[in-house]
């Protein structure tokens, strides 16, 4: 190619990025789309879902009146977790149970001071609980056997069981066990994904419908130049939009951020790759925006939540749906997102995962590509 040529192209691809820009500042749909959406969408993630149970009601049915008997109720009572609803009789709280008013029962039943007079050890409680929310009835059973445990430590403390093995947990990362921690950056993903193919997903649509395609045709410019002259205006809106959320994310739900700049920075670029193009392809193939936004949200919101393991553990999905997930670019990024808040810089992983995301961006770009024809057909 000749330097004039060179020249040529390069000044017709600065142009076509300072009129791409230009239509940005002048279409406010953008801006709320890389802005607003993501803090809406931020805010209602952040604040609506949470895995954590800290106060769990239940009835605690008490049949004795003897002291081991009240002790151990006390315990209860005492507990930061449970919120208590007294009776005297199962049969008072059972109604309650089963019209969710309250998630389990604990029965001290009638012998259970004997027991415990005779050998702590052997003695027993019964625990009830509402299986209609796993995650509930497991946090009631694990939370009453907390105070179980406390309460009999408690009472043996003079002559303590010889236990052989002494078990104590230490939690990586997240040693408070924080479900927000790892929701934030998982959702970041699903916003992130949404937004950067809407962003895309409009804008030849757009140019179709205001009939301002046909201008760009008559002009010498490229395929190539084109596509990523569409393309990287939308990719700095989008790492505003990331650069964005990390701030919400840190400074204001508190999620510890341990990795590097730089790493997030290179991990959201990659990202930004298969999101925009998939956008663009959307674009190209539709030429229409309501259809484009449709098919944005079908292809781009919906794998995002469904099948990047936010959410839903992928190895326990069907081994079909896990082979799916593959092409799902979001199943790469909650790793990596999660990791540079939480653990640090993991770069074998990032690498990993980088390069999955820019090969699945260079399928896009490529059938973009072969689907936009410079032509009025």
Not at 28 to 51: D, E, K, N, Q, T
Not at 66 to 89: N, T
Not at 271 to 286: D, K, N
Not at 304 to 332: C, D, H, K
Request: aromatic letters at 10%; one cysteine or more.
């Amino acid at each position: 190619m000749s330097p004039a040529a060179s020249s040529g192209r390069w000044r017709r691809f600065g142009a076509l990025l300072v009129k791409e820009s230009i239509q940005i500042v002048r279409d406010p749909s953008s801006i709320l789309i890389a802005f607003v959406l993501p803090l809406i969408l931020l805010f209602l993630f952040g604040y609506g879902i949470s895995l954590d149970t800290n106060l769990v009601r239940v009835g605690l049915v008490v049949e004795a009146t003897d002291a081991p008997s009240q002790s151990l109720a006390g315990s209860f009572q005492g507990s930061r977790y449970f919120e208590i609803v007294p009776a005297q009789d199962r049969r008072e709280v059972i109604p309650k149970l089963i019209a969710g008013d309250i998630r389990g029962i604990v029965v001290i039943p009638e012998n259970f001071g004997a027991e415990v007079a005779h050998d702590p050890q052997s003695a027993r409680i019964q625990v009830i609980t509402d299986a209609t929310n796993p995650n509930t009835a497991k946090f009631v059973e694990n939370y009453a056997r907390g105070v179980w445990q406390t309460w009999l430590a408690l009472r043996t403390q003079e002559a303590p069981p010889q236990a052989p093995v002494t078990l104590e947990p230490r939690y990586w990362f997240n040693p408070e066990l924080t479900s927000r921690y790892f929701l934030v950056p998982g959702s970041i993903t699903i916003i992130m994904a949404l937004v950067g193919t809407l962003l895309t997903a409009l804008v030849v649509a757009r140019e179709w419908e205001r009939g301002t395609m046909e201008a760009l045709m008559a002009t010498p410019i490229s395929i190539p130049e084109l596509i990523f002259g569409k393309l990287l205006p939308y990719f700095a809106l989008g790492l505003g939009a990331m650069a964005m959320c990390t701030a919400i994310a840190v400074f204001l739900f508190g999620v510890p951020f341990r990795g590097s700049f730089l790493a997030l920075v290179i991990i959201s670029s990659a990202f930004l790759v298969p999101a925009l193009g998939q956008g663009l392809l959307i674009s190209s193939a539709t030429k229409n925006q309501f259809i484009a936004s449709q098919v944005a949200l079908l292809t781009g919101f919906l794998p995002a939540v469904l099948l990047s393991g936010f959410i839903f553990e992928i190895s326990s999905m069907p081994q079909l749906v896990q082979w799916i997930t593959y092409i799902v670019p979001a199943r790469y990024l909650v790793p990596s997102l999660q990791s540079v808040f939480l653990v640090g810089d993991i770069w074998p992983l990032f690498l990993r995962d980088i390069a999955r995301m820019l090969a699945i961006g260079a399928v896009f770009l490529i059938f973009t590509a072969l689907t936009t024809r410079k032509s009025l057909e």
